[in-house]
């Protein structure tokens, strides 16, 4: 499975400049998967919001997790909540920020709703909302992940976003380890800011059985749409060794 991952270089209030952004971006890329960073729809109403990622899924031919957006339609409040479709425009699922903080709470954006995940060609597929990663209980009895894949907008109070960066990055690799999948995580570029607060730029790839030492994390990418191969025979073997080995 190949899954892309998208670095847009700037953030929009304007979710639809985003999306417009995305797709230029994407061009003729190809994949299994597009992952989008978190807000990329912003603030746009519930139905643009999921009209734009359909229609990003069917014109690229993969299935699509489009980041998400705030959706003030929600029962309990505004929430932070993303959408993933199919190539063919079915919907797969659905998922929420379970844990908003900072600039969130401070704004009225509510905990929602731990999703289910989803499958595609035959694997399970879990998303969670950037700070979400950050709470490995989000995981747990979740069994034979086969990948989380994580929309972020990775604010940093450091002065550069070096150690936001090693953070996350040490952060995926340890959850990747731990349950035995790949962490794929799509961010802004660094050089974004979001109500006058930087991004970190932490888009990258957490592999839990590289074929080195060098490959427990690949990233961030120079370009702002990256293409990496999710070898999922590599993976069940890794499991089925450390199952064998007392660690499963």
Known sequence: MKILLVQPPHWSPDGHANFDAVEELAGSASGDVMLLPELAGSTLPRADYLARV????????MAVV????YDDSHDAGRVNRGAVFAADGALLAEYDKVHPYGLELRSGVRPGRPS????????????????????SAGLAGRDGLDAVLVPAFSLTRWDGPAPARELWQHMSVARAYEFMTYVAVSDWHHETTYHGHPCAGVTGLANPCPTTHTGFFTGPPDAPVSAHD???????????????????
Do not use: I, Q, T
């Open 116 to 135: 289910p995940g989803f499958e595609l060609h035959g694997r399970r597929l879990h998303v969670l909302l950037c700070a979400d990663l950050w709470y």
């Open 54 to 61: 359909r229609e990003l899924a069917k014109g690229s031919g």
């Open 230 to 248: 999710l070898d999922f025979a590599r993976l069940d073997a890794f499991r089925s060794d450390r199952a064998e080995r007392g660690f499963g």
């Open 66 to 69: 489009g980041g998400s957006h």
